[in-house]
């Protein structure tokens, strides 16, 4: 089961590789992981996306609770919750193609963020559904590149 | 610079005087001559110098174990750090307070590569509960606050602060915290009541219910809590390894230790039973054995301070998070309000567990010939009168002593038994004798083990710090040995330490005294001796080479399913007999 948690944690150095340390060292599966600011410029906010059976998600939870630097922890799965990733997607775009590039981009809102004579950048936003789709309807083009940022999340009010 | 900043070494100093810190155990090198510098001479410490990094946090263990404070080293940049990584895992494995300085580079060569860089920090993080780069000599005093009350709190666990040569040799003012308030460490200490009545209950209804006692009960000074709470309830209490004298091993409700090599009528309890309450213990797999067979009826109450102990190995029906001691006040609260008539609820219980007893106690065969090992444990229980510190090495010997001596108090045995560490015995003696100077410390080792530190002798000649050693003396790495004779068809691979060194003369070599016995007929004097003995003493016992430890659950096996040794059984002693 894919679960979504949310970590705040303390703004300091060592504790990205605590948290990947605790994955790693208990053989738990990191699927994305995105650490940023927050309001308070002492805590960040890292949001991870896991797999795993009930017994071990209750174990990844206990354990990141146990850790000295986070404060907060929440299995987004038990919540309300809007998840976004972004996604830079570079495609091949020769002259045949641009129109059906744009076409496609056009459908998802993508943005186009850089242009060659040979090839375009995309931006997506969106849930996981969205990208997988673009991607798919991209990939006979020819895709060159794919970055993506991984999940953040927040819950509904 | 105002007059009242004093150097980063300084500050160190007048911080382990403001945690009580009486001793410390330290290696020097380098990156930490300045804080050295500042420990020549003065009066409030006790200084001890080991031969080895590992030794010296091994001191600091048995420090800790043997009176609940937090034991304390200090070792030098690289090779000093990285040499205390055994000692860190160790403790940490056994939740044993410790707070271990390490020197560092200078800050601004940290990352260089430089002349005994390690990243120790990097390095000590799974081992450790916490750990700390100082980078700023104004943060040394709130680090060491912060460290100690980690170290000694919530689950307890060995902390390391590193300290980079400039932060120590730099100024500033000296300002010791008042509270520690760590916003993201809140450990729950008392239990949630309502599960503490549930717990009650659960144990009101049991029929066949079983105590099974760990490590949490010693760390939390449970044990007064756990008597109580078997008095009233008249439950049979088993403990692990780490649980030994967490209740009195004498006590009529004792059932001795369970697990790999527990007693028969301790697995055989749990393994009936329909209610286990397990304090303080965390379900290692040393105890369950094949955990999909592990004690099929029972309900399990878990009380644990740590929660991701609780559901972690076994299914859990009433999980209870606090501290041990605490809650362990609560459900005896709870327990003297209901007015069960305890002992006709255990009757047929109690008698099941008797029949237990008498079908498979823990016996060995005695030889007149040649030394067992088992007898020379039994003996040290009859010389000391039990009043004695325990500490083991792993293997064998550490078995037969959880197994042939009966442990009464808590503290009064120390071992490695989450990381089973070889080596940790003597120098762990060693600091416990530095702690608790008026007790008999034994250390009970093997002819491996105490290779593995035996530098530490100097150690305790030098600061006269009289650890009496006993040596079983199998010629074998004979725990790795009985794994090959019984599972690998005795193809005997690099475990015959063959002519093991002359541990007599060794000793003398030390300044220590050295005493053997090769015959039965000579273990109590040799026991007595030593105990008379105001120096260090190593006892070579020589004993039988093949002996096995019983009884044994194989790996893999579900705990009732146990294999003996070849003792005869009662009734073919008859047979034999009447031949
Ligand atoms: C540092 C370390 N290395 C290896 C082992 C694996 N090991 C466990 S028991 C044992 C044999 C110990 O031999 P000895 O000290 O003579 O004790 P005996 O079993 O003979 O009583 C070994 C090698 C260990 N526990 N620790
Ligand atoms: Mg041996």
Redesign the interface.
């Given at each position: 089961m894919k679960h979504i948690i949310s970590v705040l944690v303390e703004n300091k150095f060592g504790v990205l590789s605590r948290v990947s340390g605790l994955f790693s060292g208990r053989g738990f599966n990191i699927e994305t992981i995105s650490i940023g600011p927050t309001l308070d410029p002492t805590v960040s906010q890292m949001t991870i996306v896991t797999t795993g059976d009930e017994r071990i998600l209750e174990q990844i939870l206990k354990q990141l609770n146990k850790l000295i630097d986070v404060i907060k922890v929440t299995d987004l799965a038990e919540k309300e919750y809007v998840e976004r990733e972004m996604c830079l997607i570079k495609v091949n775009a020769p002259a045949e193609h641009r129109a059906e590039a744009l076409r496609i981009a056009d459908i998802f809102r993508a943005r186009v963020v850089d242009s060659s004579q040979k090839s375009y950048t995309f931006q997506i936003t969106g849930d996981e559904k969205k990208i997988s789709a673009i991607i798919e309807l991209l990939r006979p083009i020819g895709i060159k590149e794919i970055v993506r940022t991984g999940k953040v999340a927040i819950t509904r009010e | 610079m105002s007059s009242k900043e004093i150097t980063g070494a300084e500050i160190f100093l007048e911080c382990l005087k403001k945690e009580k810190v009486d001793t410390l155990f330290c290696y020097p090198g380098g990156v930490v001559l300045k804080i050295f510098d500042v420990l020549y001479g003065q009066k409030d410490l006790r200084i001890i110098l080991p031969r080895h990094e590992q030794g010296g946090v091994h001191m600091a263990d048995g420090y800790a174990r043997s009176t609940g404070k937090v034991g304390v080293a200090l070792v030098t940049s690289g090779p000093g750090a990285t040499n205390v990584v055994t000692g860190l895992a160790t403790a940490y494995m056994d939740s044993i307070p410790l707070v271990v300085f390490t020197g560092q580079v200078p800050t601004a060569l940290i990352g260089n590569d430089a002349f005994q860089e390690a990243d120790i920090?990097?390095i000590t993080?799974?081992c450790t509960?916490?750990n700390f780069?100082v980078k700023d000599v104004k943060d040394i005093a709130q680090t060491i606050k912060e460290a100690f009350y980690?170290a000694s709190t919530g689950r307890p666990g060995p902390v390391l602060i590193d300290l980079p040569r400039d932060v120590v040799t730099n100024k500033a003012e000296f300002h010791w915290p008042d509270h520690v308030d760590?916003?993201?460490?809140k450990p729950s200490v008392m239990g949630n009541k309502w599960q503490i009545k549930q717990a009650a209950e659960a144990i009101a209804k049991a029929k066949k219910p079983v105590a099974y006692i760990g490590g949490g009960v010693i760390l939390s000074n449970a044990a007064a809590e756990v008597l109580e709470f078997a008095e009233i309830t008249k439950i049979p209490v088993t403990h692990t390894l780490m649980g030994i004298g967490g209740f009195p091993g004498t006590h009529p409700l004792s059932l001795g230790m369970l697990g790999m090599h527990g007693t028969y009528y301790a697995n055989m309890a749990i393994h009936n039973s329909d209610l286990i309450v397990a304090i303080g213990a965390r379900f290692d797999d040393r105890v369950t054995g094949k955990v999909e067979g592990f004690a099929p009826e029972a309900k399990i109450v878990h009380i644990d301070v740590?929660?991701?102990s609780?559901?972690?190995n076994v299914r859990v029906d009433i999980p209870i998070v606090g501290d041990v001691r605490h809650v362990m006040v609560e459900l005896n609260k709870e327990l003297h309000h209901s007015k069960e008539p305890w002992d006709q609820i255990r009757k047929s219980w109690s008698k099941q567990i008797e029949a237990w007893r008498e079908e498979r106690p823990l016996t060995y065969e005695y030889a007149d010939d040649v030394i067992k090992p088992q007898f020379v444990i039994e003996k040290l229980n009859e010389v000391t009168r039990g009043d004695a510190i325990i500490v083991t090495d792993v293997g064998q010997h550490q078995m037969w002593a959880a197994q042939y001596f009966k442990y009464d108090k808590p503290r009064d045995w120390l071992s490695s038994g989450g990381l089973g560490t070889m080596g940790y015995g003597f120098p762990a003696a060693i600091g416990a004798k530095v702690a608790n100077p008026k007790r008999d410390v034994f250390c009970i080792t093997g002819d491996g083990g105490i290779q593995m530190n035996v530098q530490e002798l100097a150690t305790a000649v030098e600061n006269k710090i009289p650890v009496k050693v006993v040596i079983l003396n199998n010629r074998y790495l004979g725990m790795v040995r009985q794994w090959q004779e019984l599972f690998y068809q005795e193809r005997y691979s690099s475990v015959d330490l063959g002519s093991t060194p002359d541990f007599v003369k060794l000793a003398e070599a030390y300044g220590a005294i050295g005493l053997r016995a090769t015959k039965p007929s000579e273990v109590v004097a040799v026991l007595q001796e030593a105990l008379k003995a105001k120096q260090t003493v190593f006892m070579d016992f020589v004993t039988a080479r093949y002996e096995k430890v019983f009884p044994m659950v194989p790996a893999g096996a579900s705990i009732n399913e146990m294999i003996f040794g070849e003792e005869p059984k009662k009734e073919e002693k008859k047979l034999k007999a009447v031949k």
């Open positions: - | 920090v990097g993080r799974p509960k916490y780069l980690i760590i916003r993201s460490y740590d929660p991701t609780i559901r972690k």
